[in-house]
């Protein structure tokens, strides 16, 4: 069974401060991993997804294989970085596209 | 490009009612899909339509739910008859073929079942 796991459900860091959102997944096959976020009062949208070795927002994020984890990284948070995040797998390639999330985290950038 | 929407934004039902969602898609989107949360839940996957067929509804709880989405355009989710269990926010999401993962999300519609 597949299954994604975010420990953390409230995560709160300083503006400036490095921020690091855990993930770990479990998935018999090659999976493809992603990182949703909602801002509030927004919808859920994607932030980033592991096979386009992006950036965004200043938001990086390495599949590690090994230790089984996505997690999302970011040297210096901003305020506007306040948001739910959550990490999502899906199987790599085929038709069917469903998303397994996990529970979320609740990042708060304090001034 | 208009996003994902999905009307009532909330409903608030008794149980033992009925509650019917609607979604309509990004415009040409084929891929089509209804996930929910309940409280405290992470965002479950109910079920996949590619135009008007069902991929994939392995994540409906029970037959009290019932997705359509006649000439591959918008879909309804029906909640018949409505238990206090089903309260929580569902969401529809719409996607292009062959692009996995990204989807474009509705803001939600809000379940309350009294």
């Known amino acids: 069974a597949q299954r994604v796991t975010q420990p953390e459900k409230l995560l709160s860091v300083f503006k400036g401060a490095p921020v690091e959102l855990k993930c770990n997944y479990s998935?018999?096959?090659?999976?493809?991993l992603f990182w949703y976020v909602q801002y509030s009062r927004q919808r859920l949208q994607l932030l980033l997804r592991h096979i386009s070795r992006e950036s965004i927002k200043g938001f990086t994020a390495d599949l590690n294989k090994g230790e089984t984890s996505f997690h999302l990284k970011k040297p210096f948070a901003q305020e506007e970085d306040s948001a739910m995040y959550y990490c999502a797998l899906s199987g790599l390639g085929g038709s069917n596209y469903k998303l397994t999330f996990g529970k979320g985290t609740l990042l708060t950038v304090n001034p | 490009e208009a996003g994902v929407t999905q009307f009532p934004s909330h409903s608030v039902i008794e149980k033992g009612q009925t509650v019917t969602l609607r979604c309509d898609p990004i415009s040409g989107h084929d891929n089509l899909y209804w996930y929910r949360r309940v409280m405290g839940k992470e965002i479950k996957f109910l079920l996949h339509?590619?135009?008007?067929?069902?991929?994939?509804e392995s994540g409906m709880p029970n037959n009290r739910f019932l997705a359509e989405r006649t000439g591959g355009t918008y879909s309804t989710l029906k909640v018949q008859p409505a238990e206090l269990e089903d309260s929580g926010v569902y969401f529809c999401?719409?996607?292009?073929?062959?692009?996995?993962?990204?989807?474009?999300f509705g803001e939600g519609s809000r379940l309350t079942v009294l």
């Open positions: 998935y018999s096959g090659s999976p493809e």
């Open positions: 999401a719409s996607s292009r073929a062959r692009v996995s993962g990204e989807l474009f």
């Open positions: 339509f590619v135009k008007e067929s069902k991929q994939d």
